[in-house]
């Protein structure tokens, strides 16, 4: 049985990665991915996607970890797909019904995405002005809640 590792993703986070690598790199291993392959397939998913805002980094790792573990190969397994997409939404839904909602700019408060794609400092400021951290952990536990039950002590 494991540990669980919510507060390594929260860790993660606080030592700069961005949302999305804090959670998915914490858990890739289970599914036998390298701590460097995942951190750089969930960095583009930062910010709500490349900062844009949209679809939360942490709500993206959640799904990249659905795709891991339930993902199907085969384009003609309609079933296998539909279930991924159903815990996909399952985990969205739970994570909504915690904060609000799971776009990134909604969960922030702020209208649009910025002009810049430069991600902000990391300050103690930022920490306590954003829920960011807040939402790593959210996420963290509703993988280890919904993907890894049947794994954790």
Do not use: H, W
């Not at 199907?72 to 296998?80: G, I, L, R, S």
């Amino acid at each position: 049985m494991m540990k669980s590792r919510v507060e390594e993703a929260v860790s993660r986070f606080e030592k700069g990665y961005n949302c999305s690598q804090a959670v998915f790199a914490t858990y890739a291993d289970l599914f036998g991915m390298d701590e460097e392959t995942a951190l750089k397939l969930a960095s583009s998913m930062g910010g709500g996607m490349g900062r844009m805002r949209e679809v939360c980094g942490a709500v993206s790792a959640m799904a990249l970890l659905e795709g891991l573990k339930e993902g199907n190969t085969d384009p003609a397994d309609k079933t296998a797909q539909g279930r991924t997409y159903e815990t996909v939404r399952d985990m969205s839904d739970s994570f909504a019904s915690e904060n609000g909602s799971i776009i990134c700019r909604e969960l922030l408060g702020i209208a649009a995405r910025e002009k810049s794609a430069a991600p902000s400092e990391r300050t103690k400021e930022y920490y306590q002005s954003r829920p960011c951290t807040k939402l790593v952990a959210c996420a963290a536990r509703i993988v280890e809640e919904q993907l890894l039950a049947d794994k954790m002590e």
